[in-house]
């Protein structure tokens, strides 16, 4: 099993690391010539979602990707990967890859207080430890998007076919079981 991780910038390594304990292969997507249509699945990590979304224009990644996803790979976005994949974002426009039927707001837990640690259900797994990182919410989740999880009646995780997306950072907590559900379909 082949998974692309973007390794533009963000919490990358951490994913990679996940991924090698669930015996997946991680594929770092640096520039144009690593990303693959055959890749069995890819990570859009965490970051700054603008800059991302520049960063994939500008490297020719984002065409080929988008095709990919558009036409079933699995995705698995965290956090800044969320907004990536969003159809609306809070205030206007789309993410650059829109397949999820959400609308997101960014930076939604204001400045301050942008980073904390808490544990909530996630549908499938149970209880698991969450990291939010001046993390985004879903205000909507409508169409195909499924609720996985929820903190404070906000959501924060969500499955529309075979794309998963969470607010929060499973890689950089000890459950391995979001990427499990990503990689194998199941915990
Ligand atoms: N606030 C970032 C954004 O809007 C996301 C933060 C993160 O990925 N940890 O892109």
Known sequence: MKIGVLALQGAFIEHCDVLKKLDA????????????????????????????GKLLRELKLLEPIKDAVFNGMPVFGTCAGLILLSKQIEGGGTGPIPVLDVLVRRNAYGRQ?????????????????????????????????????????????????????????PELTDCIGIHELFIYGRT
Not at 31 to 47: A, C, E, R, V, Y
Not at 137 to 143: H, I, M, Q, R, T
Not at 147 to 167: E, F, S
Request: charged share 20%; net charge neutral; hydrophobic share 45%.
């Open 113 to 169: 207080l942008g980073s904390y640690r808490t544990t909530a259900k996630f549908k499938g797994i149970g209880e698991v430890p969450m990291v939010f990182i001046r993390a985004p919410y879903v205000l909507e989740a409508y169409g195909g998007a499924e609720v996985l999880a929820m903190v404070d009646k906000k959501i924060v995780a969500v499955r529309q076919g075979a794309v998963l997306a969470t607010a929060f950072h």
């Open 25 to 52: 292969e991680p594929v770092e997507i640096r520039q144009h010539g690593h990303f693959s249509s055959h890749l069995d699945g890819l990570i859009i990590p965490g970051g700054e979602s603008t800059v991302m």
